[in-house]
């Protein structure tokens, strides 16, 4: 049987893209980490995928704002927004960690269209860098979210390292398009600290192809596994 193929775009900063990777094989993908640069000079592309992940870490140093360069170049240079925008009109499972989760808000990738942003991930509540090894988090199932299929309710616990992790609604006016994929310490979610690392209940956001988590499956593999196994399962 073919293994289904993911790419994880690797750019400056990214520090978790090796051990997104290994859980990606660990799955049952065939993956490759393919270089922005390459990307851009049409030497790879990455849109040549069954599912695509954006790797937590600190993408660009974090200058400006968390994202927000890497949601530049997704937006802004025309070889990088034509990968992205292919990849939306076949519905490949995206899935953005972390830094990932950043990129996909900042571009307006996750809950909207590239370069009209309807997510801000704001700075957590305590007004500092948080980097927790268990954090409790409860899965939810939407309709389309590959990555929790068979999962909704799972409790697994995953580290946390963000210090801009509290997702706001840009359009505070208008009731949000995207469904919630993971909450901190139930299934309703806690927002208070320190069951939420970042004043939000939300854990993960899911809307149309894209989905997203603050928190690390990749680095509890015992537990969070479940979701790399759940996105593979749902592209072979």
């Not at 193929?5 to 393919?34: M, P």
């Not at 963000?162 to 469904?179: F, I, K």
Request: aromatic share 6%; hydrophobic share 40%.
């Amino acid at each position: 049987m073919t293994r289904p193929r993911a790419h994880i775009l690797y750019f400056g900063g990214v520090n978790c893209h090796h051990e997104t990777k290994f859980a990606l094989e660990q799955a049952g993908a065939d993956a490759r980490i393919l270089l922005l640069n390459r990307v851009l000079q049409k030497k790879d592309r990455l849109s040549d995928c069954d599912l695509h992940v954006l790797a937590g870490g600190f993408g660009h140093g974090d200058h400006i704002r968390s994202g927000v360069i890497a949601a530049i170049d997704i937006v802004r240079r025309p070889r990088l927004r034509e990968e992205y925008e292919q990849m939306i009109e076949r519905g490949v499972p995206i899935l953005g960690i972390c830094n990932g989760f950043q990129d996909v808000a900042a571009s307006g990738l996750l809950g909207g269209e590239l370069g009209k942003p309807t997510i801000l991930m704001d700075h957590n509540m305590v007004a500092t860098f948080q980097h927790w090894m268990n954090t409790k988090v409860v899965l939810h199932h939407n309709p389309g979210c590959v990555w929790t299929e068979g999962l909704d309710g799972m409790e697994i616990r995953m580290p946390s390292a963000h210090g801009e992790g509290q997702p706001v609604n840009l359009r505070p006016d208008v009731s949000p398009e995207w469904a919630i994929a993971g909450t901190y310490g139930s299934y309703e979610g806690i927002a208070t600290y320190p069951i939420s690392p970042n004043g939000s209940h939300i854990a993960g956001i899911h809307h149309k192809n894209v989905t997203a988590f603050m928190p690390h499956p990749e680095r509890n593999l015992r537990e969070g596994i479940l979701i790399f196994q759940a996105g593979v399962r749902a592209v072979m």
